[in-house]
């Protein structure tokens, strides 16, 4: 298995642009969960899926930010317009049961 | 609010002893508690897990502790290596597949 798959790795954009991060979760997990990390804050939960339905989306930052997950291979989070305080790790992880498997995660760089 | 505090940014140890990381939590009865490995650039890495009813749990060089009286949980690498040398993230979790809370970490290095 090649694990949980998160692409691009590194994103560079300007700030107004939309930004779209995507993971491609572990065959077999139900459960789908979306995380940002800083130096700051630490990790944050901003989204989670079970069975490809959203949970709960209480962790998005604002109506700039969107998740979808339109089937079990595949879920999305978007960003538009992106704004500086943006830049940060944005990590996807899926789990079945227990602990949970992270991609490697995409490093958002807003400018 | 739910907090959860790991004992320090960072800590430093001679390769060979024990290393003891600590993670406290307040306003929170979780059902489990989760310990991760970070390696620079890459994502968390699952390491143990250990439930409410359960004192203690080990896997190879790693011990973890869980007491629900004190709301604390230690997490001890005996013989540390400077392999072992990352962050260490504790995070909590309640039953089924609600999401994990995670502390910020304590980064280990381990020094030959």
């Known amino acids: 298995d090649a694990g949980v798959i998160q692409s691009p790795r590194h994103e560079v954009t300007e700030m107004g642009q939309e930004v779209t991060l995507r993971c491609k979760p572990i065959?077999?997990?139900?459960?789908l969960f979306w995380y940002r990390q800083t130096m700051m804050r630490g990790l944050e939960l901003l989204i989670y899926?079970?069975?490809?339905?959203?949970?709960?989306d209480s962790g998005m930052p604002e109506d700039r930010f969107s998740a979808k997950m339109p089937n079990a291979s595949f879920s999305t989070l978007k960003i538009q317009p992106s704004e500086p305080r943006d830049s940060a790790v944005y990590f996807c992880?899926?789990?079945?049961?227990?602990?949970?498997?992270f991609g490697s995660g995409t490093r958002l760089t807003v400018v | 609010s739910q907090k959860i505090e790991q004992n320090s940014e960072a800590l430093n140890i001679q390769e060979g002893k024990t290393a003891t990381l600590t993670c406290n939590y307040t306003?929170?009865?979780?059902?489990?508690l989760q310990w991760y490995r970070q390696d620079p650039g890459r994502g968390p890495v699952f390491l143990l897990l250990?439930?409410?009813?359960?004192k203690e749990k080990r896997k190879e060089r790693l011990k973890v502790t869980f007491d629900t009286t004190l709301k604390q949980s230690l997490f001890h690498i005996t013989a540390s290596q400077p392999a072992d040398s990352a962050t260490y993230l504790c995070?909590?979790?309640?039953?089924?597949?609600?999401?994990?809370?995670f502390g910020k970490g304590t980064r280990l290095s381990v020094i030959a």
């Open positions: 899926f079970n069975n490809n339905v959203p949970i709960d």
């Open positions: 995070a909590l979790g309640k039953t089924g597949n609600t999401p994990l809370v």
């Open positions: 992880a899926s789990s079945l049961e227990g602990g949970y498997t």
């Open positions: 250990i439930r409410e009813n359960e």
């Open positions: 306003n929170y009865s979780p059902a489990y």
């Open positions: 065959s077999g997990h139900n459960s």
